[in-house]
């Protein structure tokens, strides 16, 4: 079962980075909206999971809490060690990113997010039908804003579409390969923890510093703005759905 809701999860992957692709013209709308999905993403999946599956402390702090800002500082380091932004506030017109590493990375990361996904689904049904439900109703409705993320944020840093059709391609196969290994590995909820943490300070820094400032680039528009609110809006309905 937790296998063939993991291909559900790879449908609904692929649908959510066909609509990245096709979606145009519309990019400084697209912007907007994956903003507001990663910053959703950010507050109701990523760190709840993490403090939830992680509950060390360090220094006072939780060590997800830890991690989140280690993740933040290390693309903000990795932009500005290679000078990657050119320009400043007054210049976001005409910015444009060519360090096309940084988008590979970011949706690596995504996939391998989806993996842990795949994982919970498996270590869901292994503790009862009625959680691994649960968990896939969480899992198949944010793969959604998953494979929207993977194609958007990697086009976004300078990568061609080929590189994003593929990153997509294993950003839908990630969740079915960790359903099968979740059924036959355990991995300690603390190293979860704390890479879900980690991963989503890089998220944050990408949805604040950089492709928020994209959206909003050029002539003002209520509409960005508008479709970074029904990102955000949308996740914490999925987050309610969920639970």
Sequence with gaps: MAILLALVSMCSTLIGGLVAVRIG?????????AAGVMLGVVAFDLMPE?????????????VPLLAAVVGFFTVHIMEK???????????????????????????????????LDGLS????????SAVGIAVAI???SHDFADGFNTFTITTL?????RRGLILLGADAIAPVVGAIVGTLVKVPTELVG???????????????????PEAHAGKPSKWPMLCTLGGVLFMLGVAALSH
């Design 25 to 33: 013209d519309r990019k400084r709308l697209v912007l907007g909206l």
């Design 50 to 62: 993490a403090l939830e599956a992680d509950t060390r402390v360090a220094l006072g702090v939780p």
């Design 81 to 115: 060690s290679v000078a990657l932004h050119t320009g400043h506030e007054d210049e976001f017109g005409s910015h444009h990113h060519d360090f096309a590493t940084v988008g590979i990375l970011a949706a690596s990361g995504l996939v391998f997010h989806s993996f």
């Design 121 to 128: 689904l498996g270590f869901g049904f292994q503790a009862g």
């Design 138 to 140: 969480a899992v198949i």
């Design 157 to 161: 840093y300078g990568n061609e579409r």
């Design 194 to 212: 704390m890479y879900l943490g980690y991963f989503a300070g890089f998220l944050l820094y990408l949805a604040t510093a950089d492709i928020l």
